[in-house]
């Protein structure tokens, strides 16, 4: 026993030293890089300032001897344990790339995002003549932006009337001519040919059942300001608080309405629910045509309503074009997120694919375009009406990332009401409902588009 233990400790011992010497016949090298911290400014928030100092921290178990960003020598201050540098940030997206060297030449590198986007909200914006919220507002060629339906306050019904406001007009005017069914939370749609398709929605807030939806299809031509019903063939519309794409396919007008509340099994025993189908109906000779059914529709991520879904890059109507769908769904157990983009750009094959969601999750808030990539997220609130919010984001597509408008910004706290891009880079907010549930007359202008 004793002497086959020791052969055995001795055949080990023997394995033991081959390795050493193996080891020494390379050095060692250790893999370990240095890690990188931007600290300061708080890149998570759109930045007004154009130039910045940058701050960040660099930390390994061996001395730290150099760090750049975007190739520019970085000062090391040793009263912070920081290394500083300031830039000048061009307009839009800034890509930071953060490199750190420490004494033995290990390098590690580290990449970040900045917005420089000064902004500004005017509050001096042409005024409602009548509050509301949960309308829809469009543009008509001319750039006329027309105000439809909408409500007094979450618990009033649905109104029919109609406003415009002239291209670089000061108030909003009534129009002669009414919808021809009241409703809220409808989508109207602008055609190649400036028409508007109205969609949808509600004769209220508070959805009793399916009689409370509206089936009706309208057509507003702007040339004669009149409303004309639409006829519509195959299975009704039946939601509210859903949104509307309009797609130009092979010389067809498809028009594709995803999510909101509404009837979730049509038939003899119809249910008010939360939906997640996509359904298309057709615009052909002034006529809707169904396209599909609740049974034979594409069922997508989620059920959502009061959800945004913004084109990425701002077209004409029926170009087609990817979409960011964004929104949030409460209930006792918290918020459930909802979002992901839809791309129509390679018909006939529709892609989804996952994006991130909003910092702050919110419901019935608006969303615009801005060039270059750039979406902004208006408002809305969470569970309840009392949660509005007034501090927006923006999201980024070649980051794919949110940033949030600073918190000093002067929005007003609002839900339910619309955003309408003026230019590339203005866009106007009207109406919506307050924290007290009673709908606003107040418009605002977001012009991002300022100098500095």
Known sequence: MRKESRRYLGLWGIVALLVVLSACERPFVEISTPSIKFVSPDLSTVLVEERVQFSISAS???????????????????????????FELARGLNTLVAVAIDVDDVMGVDTAYAVFMPFRFVQNAPRMAEPRGGHTATLVPGGSLIIMGGTDDLNGPAHSDAFRLLSGGSRFELLDNTLNVARTGHTATRLPDGRVLILGGSRSNDIAGIVDLVETVELFDPATMQFHVVPFEGQPIRRT??????????????????????????????????????????????????????????????????????????????????????????????????????DYTAPPDIFLTDAPSMITPRTRHAAGTLGNGFLVIFG?????PLSALERGEIYNAQADRFFLLPNTSPAIKRFGHTATNLSAQRILLVGGFATD????????????????
Not at 69 to 75: A, D, E
Not at 244 to 265: E, K, M, P, Q, W
Not at 319 to 341: K, M, Q, T
Not at 439 to 449: I, T
């Open 437 to 452: 549930g009673n709908s606003l007359a107040f418009s605002e202008f977001f012009d991002a588009g300022i100098a500095n």
């Open 380 to 384: 809305g609130r969470l569970a309840s």
């Open 60 to 86: 390994s178990f061996r001395t730290v001897k150099e760090v750049r960003l975007n190739g520019v020598p970085m000062t090391f201050d040793p009263g912070s344990n920081r290394w500083d540098v300031t």
């Open 241 to 342: 608080l859903h949104t509307a794409v309009l797609r130009n396919v092979s010389s067809s007008l498809i028009i594709d309405l995803y999510g909101g509340r509404g009837d979730i099994r049509y038939g003899d025993e119809p249910r008010v629910g939360t939906r997640r189908d996509m359904r298309s109906f057709e615009f052909v000779g002034d006529s809707l045509v169904a396209l599909n059914t609740l049974a034979t529709a594409p069922f997508l991520d989620a059920a959502i309503f009061g959800h945004t879904e913004t084109p990425i890059i701002a077209t004409s109507p029926g170009v087609l074009n990817a979409y960011l769908i964004l929104g949030s769904f409460f209930d006792n157990l918290g918020a459930d997120e909802v979002s992901f983009r839809i």
